[in-house]
Structure formats: structure tokens, C-alpha cells
């Protein structure tokens, strides 16, 4: 075999390649040929310097990076928005359960001041009203109880809009009286509002893994 072959198995053994031959003959070989052993070293050496050569210059990007990303954040300013909603809605029920439990108290206390009523008409109708001040209070301190709250706040002021537009036109009720009934329209619209946003909100991580799934 000629002093060719030993070189290329060399190279082989460089490159960490399959030598092609078995290595006690590569080996046997270099001990006793000194033209292929300084082969081998010099190009040990090439190879050295062209694993260990100094990485190109490359210029430093780190302040372009820095100044083509946004301000802020894809969607950070709606999700902000959507905070700030949620935050005023909470406000409102907060307001509105304080104004229903200011509606409520006196009756409740005096058992009079209900149209006439009679005495435990006005004591039961003072406990409707404080009852509802209290969900109203409950759900603006808690949101997560807005959906639960909702089918008996819907019904009832849906029922008593009805009620009270019937009464209004047959002269039953003052228009004064009537009007007190928006404070309870005004919480059922934020306790409605309340609840549709926590469902959205259930239903983002199940979008989400939609989305990455497509
Ligand atoms: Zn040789």
C-alpha cells in the first residue's frame, strides 16, 4: 500500500471519519515512515489553526434591536382597556348597591313610605330592596359571582320594568317612584356586563390552544 493511502486514512482520522483500513496497520505505518508522520503533523497543525480561528468581527446590533421593538407590547394597550372596563363596571355596582341599600333602609326601618302599603307589605318590600343592594355589593367586591347572580337579577328586573311601564300607563304608580327603579336596571346592566366578561375570559386559554393546534 502506498504512502497515498496512509495519507488519506490520515485525513480520515482527522476528520473523524472511517479510516478504511484497521488502524494497527495506519499506526504500524507512521512508526517506521517519517516523510508521512511530519505529513501528519503539519497537517494536525492546519487543521488546529482552522478549528481555532478568531469568529469574523460582526458589529454590534443590540441598540438597532432595542429601538425597532414597539413600546409596548402587541395588545398590552387593549388588554389595558379591558381592565379599566372591568374596573369601572365594579365602580358602578359599587355606586348602585349603595344608592339600592339607601332606597331600601328607611322602609325597612319605618315599615311606611311604600305607597300606602301596609305595614309588612313595606317591611318585605324593604327586605327585597336590601337584598338586592347586597348582590350588587357582593358581586362588585366579588366578580367571579356575577354569572351566578344573574338569573335572579335578570328576572326580576325584567319583570318589574313590565310591571312598572303597565302600572305607569294605568296611572298606578308616580313617575318619582318608578324612576327609583332605574338605580336596579343600572345594577342588573353592570352585573350582566360583569358576568359576560368573566365568560370571555373563560374561553380565551381554550382560543388559545386553538390557535397553536391550526
Ligand atoms: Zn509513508
Redesign the pocket.
Known sequence: MS?QN??EALSARLDGEPLGMPVDELDG??SH?P??TA?VGAAEGVTRRTRLAPAPAVPDLTATVLAALPRELPGARAAARVRLAGTALRLVLLAVGVAQAALAWPVLVSGAGAMSAPVHLAHETGAWNLALAAAFLAVAAAPRLAAGALPFLGSFAVLLLALTLADLSAGHVHADRAGAHLVLLAGVAAVAGIAWRGRRRRHLPALAGRRVTA
Do not use: E, K, Q, V
Open positions: 504512502c496512509y495519507r505505518h507512521l515512515c516523510t508521512c505529513w
